[in-house]
Structures are given as structure tokens and as C-alpha cells.
């Protein structure tokens, strides 16, 4: 492999969504190999603005029977055909821009590159990539424009999709590979505090570990889908998350870095504290639960069916508490005419009590410091009784205090912000 310099660089379909701002991004590369020569470019691309969406909902009009039903594996080839597409329009579009002002730049699609994947048609799995192309194109060219969100099934032949944030697992995966760097480029400065959509003022953090990345995107706050992460961490790839030109904020100021520190064993230094959240989730509490050994068993053989994102269990004596939660759509499956699971557990002792509440909204607090500080628990409840919003459930694990409101997010989410200091100062 080449000594030089090499770096992945992400671009989503906000940042492509029209030629001027593919101009920007062309022009920024441009200088960022005249600031750092000898610097080889691999760029991930996904598809222009909203090309994906759109697309889906064309295929949906196409033929609505098999799109919502079983029978909808009968075009999923079709579909992750049609999908794929976007990417190598904003990969041609680019290398067309980048050529222009004088970069020698190519496009390349995941069957030119060889990215092998499962055959799970709109959720394939990255197996390999082949550097040897990617050698050979540097010898030649200083940029080159990769589609993500592509894979190929070799049984078939056949271009497959890697489902959500798929486009961000190729550039990841591309980084490990080429043991580099990768940075992903948005419309805000780097990660913040809490999503920028509730607040343009949310604190930009300059550096979050691997685990708490990991925390706030299994939480709601999806900046990076989880499985990236999960690739980043394994093969040790620094992440940096910067402004994309064009969108407002300076592509060359300082983003946010995800990795582990290293400078000492025990980094007392580290102070991270970050809100997530997340919508549409259920939560289901049986009181009156028989506190004998078994019944854990019988409860959860009823559950086993539902998706659930976590559970709690307390044992108050002779009788247990017993939380189940998950989301709005796993609930609905909880009374289908198939199961009605809750009769089924009236069925086990009708002494059992049942509360459902659905539509909740979890937010979840994440702080390093949690073990160091006991009052967190009290400013948390402090800043949602200052804007009359209710405590519908609350539980901790480890760093983290999960609260489950009704409502709006937007009023709580902000006291909460201001209460712990989440908010970037004039």
C-alpha cells in the first residue's frame, strides 16, 4: 500500500443537494490537496437531496399491493435497483465538477470497486472491499468519487442496498480498509449537544468516546447510525464530523472528533454530557406481579413475540413491577386480532394490574460524571416541572437517566439544555 497521505471524506444528500453546492464541495477539495500535497481523496456520495425518498414513493404508486405486503420480496431486487441509483448521479456530478477546475477526479460504483455484501436486498451487510482497484485508480487520479449506500451479491450479480444510513457504512468501511481517516461532512459545525433542529445555539462538542457516540445513537439522537460506529471502533478509524461548504458554517474550523483518548489510562479530563431522544415508543407497566420463582418466565413467554428496546424489573416484596418498553409499532402488535398478549397475561392472574401508555417520548441524559454527582436526578425533574411537563416513567443504567414524556419534546428538551449547560454562550 502507498506511504502517502490518505483520507475519506462523506457527503450527504443535504450537502449535494443542488450544482452550486457541488461546485463548493469541488472548490473545497481542490483546496484541501493544494494545502496538503501528495493527499489521495477517497469521497463517499449519497444521493442528491432527497433523491431516495422520492424514488420510494414513486415505486409505492408503481404497485402499492406488493409494496405492503409479503409479497413485497417479490420486486425487492427491483427496488434496491431503482434506490441505488441516486449515488452514482452525485458521484458523476462531482468528478464532472472536480474536473472542471482542473482535479483529476473518477467516479467509481461498488460493483467497479467490488464492495461484496450478503444478498439482504435493502439491508445488506458490507463482507469485503478490494483494494486493488482503489490502487489503481490512485496512480492516475487525486480524487476518487465513491458511491455509497452500494453493495453487490456475487450469487446474483446483482446490486443490493445497505439499508439506512448505508452510505455512511461505505465510507466507514472504506476508512478501516485503508486505515485512515474519515470525516463526514454536514449542514452543522460537528455533533452538538443535542439535535441542532430544537436549537441553532446547542453547544458543538469537540470530542465524544466511541461508547457515548454509540449512546446517543442507540437513544434517538441518529447523527451516525450505530453500526458505523460499531466498524469505526473495531478497526480503530478516527471520525470527524465538520460543516459542509455552503451550508452556513466554516468547513475549516475544528468539528468533532469520535475515537477513544489515549493520553493517560485513567482520563479523569473527559467531561461529556449530551441529550438524546427519542419518539413513538410505548411503555407498559404490570404492578402486582407474584414475586415467585417462575413467573419472570411466564410473563416474558407472553412478551417474546414484541420487539422490546428494554425492560426493568423490581421486586417490592411479594409482588414485582415489571416496565416493558418499545416502540408505538411493536405495541400495536401487543392487540392484534392474533395476540392479544395483554389478555393472555390478565389470563395468568387477574390480580395482575396493567397500565399502557403509548406516543411517549424518551429522553435520555447521558453524563460522564453521573457517579460523582446525586443530584442530577433532582435538576433533571427540576427542568421538566419548570415548563409543566409531566414524568410519565424514569429509570438510570449506568451513565445514563431515561425519562419518559407526553407531548411536545421541544419545551422540555430546552430546559433540560439550559439546566445542564448544553447551550453555546454568545
Known amino acids: 500500500m502507498s506511504a502517502k497521505k490518505r483520507l475519506v471524506m462523506k457527503f450527504g444528500g443535504k450537502c449535494l443537494a443542488n450544482e452550486n453546492l457541488i461546485i463548493k464541495i469541488a472548490n473545497y477539495l481542490k483546496q484541501c490537496l493544494t494545502k496538503q500535497p501528495g493527499l489521495e481523496l477517497v469521497v463517499v456520495v449519497s444521493a442528491m437531496g432527497d433523491f431516495t425518498d422520492k424514488t420510494l414513493e414513486q415505486i409505492q404508486k408503481l404497485a402499492p399491493r406488493l409494496y405492503h405486503t409479503d409479497e413485497k420480496s417479490l420486486i425487492n431486487r427491483e427496488i434496491d435497483y431503482a434506490t441505488q441509483s441516486g449515488e452514482g448521479i452525485s458521484a458523476a456530478?462531482?468528478?464532472?465538477?472536480?474536473?472542471?477546475?482542473?482535479?483529476?477526479?473518477?467516479?467509481?460504483?461498488?460493483?467497479?470497486?467490488?464492495i461484496q455484501t450478503t444478498g439482504d436486498y435493502q439491508s445488506a451487510q458490507i463482507k469485503d472491499i478490494d483494494l486493488n482497484r482503489l490502487e489503481k485508480e490512485f496512480a492516475c487520479y487525486q480524487v476518487l468519487v465513491v458511491t455509497g449506500f452500494q453493495g453487490i451479491h456475487k450469487a446474483d450479480d446483482a446490486f443490493v442496498t445497505l439499508g439506512r444510513g448505508g452510505s455512511d457504512t461505505t465510507a466507514v468501511a472504506l476508512a478501516a480498509r485503508l486505515k485512515c481517516k474519515c470525516e463526514f461532512y454536514k449542514a452543522s459545525a460537528g455533533i452538538t449537544a443535542f439535535e441542532p433542529k430544537y436549537s441553532d445555539s446547542a453547544k458543538v462538542l469537540s470530542f465524544i468516546t466511541y461508547a457515548d457516540a454509540k449512546d446517543l445513537s442507540q437513544y434517538g439522537y441518529e447523527f451516525l447510525q450505530p453500526r458505523c460506529l460499531d466498524i469505526a471502533q473495531r478497526f480503530s478509524v478516527p471520525l470527524e464530523f465538520k460543516a459542509s461548504p455552503g451550508l452556513g458554517n466554516d468547513p475549516w474550523a475544528p468539528g468533532t472528533v469520535i475515537g477513544e483518548s489515549l493520553e493517560q489510562i485513567e482520563d479523569t479530563s473527559y467531561n461529556f454530557s449530551a441529550l438524546a431522544s427519542k419518539e413513538d415508543l410505548a411503555l407498559i407497566t404490570l404492578t402486582q406481579v407474584k414475586n415467585l420463582p417462575g413467573w419472570s418466565e411466564k410473563i416474558f413467554e407472553v412478551f417474546k413475540i414484541v420487539n422490546l428496546l428494554d425492560f426493568q424489573q423490581i421486586m417490592t416484596g411479594p409482588?414485582?413491577?415489571i416496565n416493558l418498553i418499545m416502540t408505538d409499532k411493536a405495541y400495536h402488535k401487543i392487540h392484534s386480532n392474533e395476540n392479544d398478549l395483554i389478555t393472555q397475561i390478565k389470563d395468568l392472574d387477574h390480580a395482575i394490574e396493567i397500565c399502557e401508555r403509548k406516543g411517549l417520548i424518551c429522553l435520555t441524559f447521558i453524563d460522564s460524571r453521573m457517579a460523582d454527582d446525586p443530584g442530577i436526578g433532582y435538576l433533571i425533574a427540576q427542568a421538566l416541572c419548570l415548563v409543566g411537563t409531566n414524568i410519565e416513567g424514569q429509570y438510570s443504567s449506568g451513565n445514563k437517566i431515561h425519562t419518559f414524556i407526553a407531548g411536545a419534546a421541544g419545551k422540555a428538551i430546552l430546559s433540560l439544555a439550559n439546566m445542564f449547560n448544553l447551550i453555546q454562550l454568545p
Open 93 to 114: 456530478f462531482l468528478a464532472i465538477a472536480l474536473n472542471g477546475i482542473g482535479v483529476k477526479a473518477r467516479s467509481l460504483n461498488a460493483f467497479q470497486l467490488r
Open 319 to 321: 409482588t414485582a413491577i
